[in-house]
């Protein structure tokens, strides 16, 4: 490793000479860009189906790390963290995904004393659990969905329920995915529900326990983009809109969040700065909360840099994988809180290698044909070039379109002109979805919600893909 | 006897075993039925289980678990 230097020799960039990017597809071509414009040797890493990617051509040096399948490669620990020290890097670059967010591996990288290019390992465990997240969003003044400890009895789930609102749901402690869970509008109906999953839950589960959740009905799923330093700097880069989800994926999202009222958006980023600061966060991180009504809760943070990333980076104009290097390499943020401004509106389009038409069949395959969008206010964040495959072995993300513009009107439209602009041929994409998508009256307006795009998808004919 | 084999309806990983510490679905000498799953496909970090599609005996595996596989690749042999 080498020795740290002042941020007075090298303003730009931190300290770091050499990165290893441990990662593929777009989001690997995008911190090598970065890497690039900073003046920072970049190093790929790739699979056996990977060797002529686009991420491995675009690199300064590559390293084969394993067979095809994600297991013996990109998610291979030991095979990454060898791969670093025969590159001779300073830092591991982990993306998203893969082992992004796995302690171990941050850990693995620290102690070998390279620089992880992400929070402190210590920091991606905490925030990684679910219930010690939820003490520290609390700890840090964050509300999280009002929930009870778990009850004894009818009346006490009665009593409790009283604080944390109805409509509750009531959870059985030992269920999970979304098994053991009934909901309940009123005190009446809860004694009889309560009863019932105390039942269910013992003969389901082997323990009687249920405790009480409140039941959002229809929220938004809205999260802020965090920056944080070594040195005590702390900024939010605005929220985006993160709603249109089918089976917890996100496949559209925007920046700003349309129809947040104001003070909301102003509690909800100051919410996000005072959990990055209470759990000593360093980095691009990501708040994710659901907003109902004038309320919002925490629900997880994401300790890496996010795919809906270029959004941010086309209202605020800030480079945040350049951000994420240069925190990195130990120096400030290149921003104060006050020099983050919102302009105009965002919107990005995931294009996956999947089937609509076929409920959303992943669709690996060989590109015979590609034209991309282009012109004002258009940015593709791709690895996929015309005669690349697509491999079956990793996620279906294949590329991100992302427009601006300076309103949220003109963005759909310049959405629209790009989208009919996009041509892949040889497989299947969910480019033809996101132009019908553009057509539904609560995406104009902005008023979808998390439940919006799979109601949508029940009713509507997908049936022709593209 | 005749023999059938069991094919891949798309690229991917292929699987014995529903996860990694349970029970292989079908060791060779077993018999299955048309519609028993015999082994699960990966395919961009989806899962697909491979049915059998005519009944009989298991009479050999084509594929290794975790091993590669290609659409429309041979996995299983069934004597029929």
């Given at each position: 490793?080498?020795?740290a230097r ?11 000479d ?45 390293v ?13 620990e030991d ?6 020290r ?20 941050a ?14 390992s210590?920091?991606?465990?905490t ?5 010690s ?40 402690s ?7 869970i ?31 959740e ?6 938004k ?7 944080a ?26 920046a700003?969040a349309?129809?947040?009222d ?12 005072d959990?990055?600061?209470?759990v ?39 480079d ?18 006050d020099?983050?401004?919102c302009?105009?509106a ?28 282009g ?31 300076p ?14 602009e996009?041509?892949?041929q ?23 919600d998390i ?16 | ?13 292929f ?32 899962f ?33």
């Amino acid at each position: 490793m080498t020795a740290a230097r002042s941020g007075a020799e090298l303003p730009h960039r931190g300290s770091l000479d050499s990165v290893l990017v441990a990662n593929r597809g777009e989001i690997a071509l995008r911190v090598v860009r970065a890497c690039r414009e900073l003046g920072i040797r970049s190093v790929a890493v790739y699979s056996d189906a990977d060797a002529q990617a686009a991420h491995v051509r675009m690199a300064d040096d590559a390293v084969h790390v394993g067979k095809s399948s994600a297991s013996k490669s990109y998610l291979n620990e030991d095979a990454i963290l060898e791969a670093a020290r025969s590159a001779g890097v300073d830092a591991v670059h982990p993306g998203y995904g893969f082992l992004s967010e796995r302690p171990s591996f941050a850990a693995a990288i620290e102690e070998a004393g390279l620089t992880f290019v992400g929070p402190p390992s210590s920091v991606i465990a905490t925030m990684g659990d679910k219930a010690s997240a939820r003490a520290l969003a609390r700890r840090a003044g964050v509300p999280v969905v009002p929930g009870s400890d778990e009850v004894a009895s009818v009346e006490d789930a009665v009593a409790a329920a009283e604080e944390v609102g109805y409509p509750v749901l009531v959870k059985a402690s030992a269920g999970g995915g979304g098994r053991g869970i009934r909901p309940a509008a009123s005190a009446d109906e809860l004694r009889t529900v309560v009863a019932e999953a105390q039942r269910e839950a013992a003969s389901a589960f082997g323990s009687d326990k249920v405790y009480l959740e409140r039941a959002l009905q229809g929220p938004k799923h809205v999260e802020v983009q965090v920056l944080a330093d070594t040195h005590g700097g702390v900024v939010h880069c605005y929220e985006r809109e993160c709603s249109l989800q089918r089976r917890r994926q996100k496949i559209l999202e925007e920046a700003p969040a349309p129809g947040l009222d104001p003070s909301v958006r102003e509690s909800l980023c100051a919410a996000a700065v005072d959990l990055a600061r209470e759990v000593g966060y360093v980095g691009a991180g990501t708040v994710e909360f659901l907003v109902e009504g004038g309320e919002f809760f925490f629900i997880e943070m994401n300790t890496r840099i996010q795919v809906e990333h270029p959004i941010t980076e086309w209202v605020t104009g800030l480079d945040l994988v350049a951000e994420q290097l240069r925190v990195a390499g130990g120096a400030p943020l290149s921003v104060t809180q006050d020099e983050v401004v919102c302009r105009g509106a965002s919107i990005e389009f995931r294009v996956n290698a999947e089937d609509p038409g076929q409920d959303f069949m992943p669709s690996p395959g060989e590109v015979t044909g590609l034209e991309l969008p282009g012109g004002p206010g258009v940015r593709v964040d791709t690895a996929l070039m015309a005669g690349d495959v697509v491999p079956p072995f990793y996620d279906s993300l294949v590329a991100k379109l992302a427009v601006w513009a300076p309103t949220r009107e003109q963005a759909l439209a310049r959405g629209r002109r790009a989208l009919a602009e996009y041509r892949v041929q040889g497989l299947p994409t969910t480019i033809g979805l996101h132009r019908r998508l553009l057509d539904h009256p609560a995406v104009v307006d902005g008023t979808y919600d998390i439940t919006t795009l799979e109601a949508w998808l029940r009713r509507a004919d997908v049936g022709h893909s593209e | 006897m005749g023999s059938h084999t069991i094919t891949s309806r798309t690229p991917g990983v292929f699987y014995h075993r529903p996860s990694p510490d349970a029970e292989p679905y079908v060791t060779e000498g077993a018999s299955v039925s048309e519609g028993d799953t015999v082994g699960l496909v990966e395919v961009m970090k989806t899962f697909h289980e491979v049915k059998a599609d005519a009944t009989g005996t298991v009479s050999k595996f084509l594929v290794e678990n975790e091993d590669e596989v290609t659409i429309g690749q041979d996995l299983v042999e069934l004597e029929t």
